[in-house]
């Protein structure tokens, strides 16, 4: 189903907890949806992608399932939202930003992390509007 949450794995690997999305370029790129490092989550660049690899159509729906998506990683790995530190926004259109910043609101208004939001020309798929990253420090 394109709402489902896409299922979260963890594995060890080099010493480190590791988390997997299902991402198809996970394996490909070798990289991990997000990794563990003592008390640091590091989450990597995560697009809006539904489980059934659709997009969906709106920039704020993307920006929903992209944080959906990094809100279960975190959770994998021992974290809550309320660890989040630090947010980066890639983005293709900052004229539409206010869609973004709305959805990253709901999810961080009372946690308020540090963010960055940039303007890039294109991201991993065309389908792709925005990518987002996050850091959290569990304590």
Known sequence: MPGEAPPVTVGEFAGRRCASSGSPWEPVVGYSRAVRAGDVIAVSGTVGLNADRSYPETLAEQTRRALEIIQHAVEALGGTLAHVIRTRI?????????EATKVHGEFFRDIRPACSMVQVSRLIDDRALIEIEADALVV
């Open 90 to 98: 890639f983005i293709i259109d900052i004229s539409k930003a206010a």
